[in-house]
């Protein structure tokens, strides 16, 4: 599965529709202090299922909706799209029937978060199976925090454990499992 193109619409300072293609190979962003580049990273890790507002920089999950700004009023709503290249057909059971997968998380101040892959609505827990299976995720290893690698080596067994086990791509096996037992 490969990242093919990022949509956010009202999410932190993108409050403009804005359509991100993600081509092959290394992709960098750039650009001056304040102007969204962790924003960017952040939408990723919250469409694929992020559910800790820390790890969104804010206090509750609605502060990933555009606030107002320079004249602008604040948005009802906030809204990502992860499209997927899955044309190798590596997607988990379930979502493994397209080419293409478009997951969509829209957040609005009163009703909460609500996901979609290619239209059809689904749960959280769907959408953090789906890239729990293909080992990226919002707690993926693939995605680093500025201070993560000293939590690493300063981490615990047990926790420096649970990141190598995400990164073989074995973290949905677990969680499945436990749900099973729980049955
Ligand atoms: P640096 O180079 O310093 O790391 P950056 O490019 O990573 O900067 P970000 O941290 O992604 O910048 O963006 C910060 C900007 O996003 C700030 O100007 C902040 O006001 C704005 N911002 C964050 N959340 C919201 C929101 N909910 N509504 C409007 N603007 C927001
Ligand atoms: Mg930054």
């Known amino acids: 599965m490969r990242f093919a193109r990022l949509r956010l619409n009202g999410f932190k300072s993108f409050v403009d529709p804005t359509d991100l293609v993600i081509h092959d190979g290394l992709t960098g962003v750039v650009g001056p202090n304040g102007c969204g580049k962790s924003n960017l990273l952040e939408a990723l890790r919250w469409v694929m299922g992020e559910n800790r507002p820390t790890a969104m920089r804010g206090a509750g999950m609605e502060d990933v909706i555009f606030a107002g700004s320079g004249g602008r009023g604040a948005r009802a709503f906030a809204e990502v799209a992860l499209s997927i290249d899955n044309s190798e057909r590596l997607a988990p059971s379930g979502f493994n029937e397209a ?3 478009e997951v969509v998380r ?3 101040r009163d009703a909460g978060s609500a996901y979609r892959v ?4 689904v749960r959280a827990r769907d959408v953090q199976m789906l890239f729990a299976d293909a080992s990226t995720g919002a707690h993926s290893p693939a995605l680093v925090r500025q ?4 939590e690493l080596i300063n981490a615990k067994p047990r926790a420096r454990r649970r990141i190598l086990e995400e990164a073989a791509g074995i973290s949905g096996l677990y969680q499945r499992r436990h749900e099973a037992e729980l049955r």
């Open 99 to 101: 080419d293409q997968l």
């Open 118 to 121: 290619n239209g059809r609505e």
């Open 147 to 150: 201070g993560q690698i000293s």
């Open 106 to 108: 829209r957040i609005t």
